[in-house]
């Protein structure tokens, strides 16, 4: 499995940004997928996940400004990010994993290298 995100860079504050992330070397389509982030010194985040079917689930920091989609023609799955705050900064990884009990449970060893995010006030 090979997951490479991108679209990360520096912004301003209240503007906007896009991560995409594509797969490769698994059954997309019946994949559930999720983004996490890290901050400096700080343990990684579940930001956003989407299942296979659809469903879209958000950390409460993000709810009403990020939207997360998937292309399963593409084997894409993208992180919309609005109005960015400066507490966004972060590294973003796209990953797989597993949903039990409405809850998205990310595999190890199936995330991307990271795309940095940051935010300046």
């Known amino acids: 499995v090979q997951l490479q995100a991108s679209g990360g860079g520096l912004v301003q504050a209240g503007e906007s940004l896009t991560l995409s992330c594509v797969a490769s070397?698994?059954?997309?389509?019946?994949?559930?997928m999720g983004w996490h982030r890290q901050a400096p010194g700080k343990q990684p985040q579940l930001v956003a996940s989407?299942?296979?079917?659809?469903?879209?689930l958000y950390t409460d920091a993000v709810k009403g400004r990020f939207n997360i989609s998937r292309d399963n023609a593409k084997n894409m799955v993208y992180l919309h990010m609005n109005s960015l705050k400066p507490e966004d900064t972060a590294v973003y990884y796209c990953?797989?994993?597993?949903?039990?009990?409405?809850?998205?449970?990310?595999?190890?060893?199936?995330w991307g290298q990271g795309t940095l995010v940051t935010v300046s006030s």
């Open positions: 990953n797989t994993g597993d949903i039990h009990g409405g809850r998205y449970f990310p595999k190890e060893g199936y």
């Open positions: 070397g698994m059954i997309f389509e019946t994949s559930h």
């Open positions: 989407i299942s296979s079917d659809g469903t879209k």
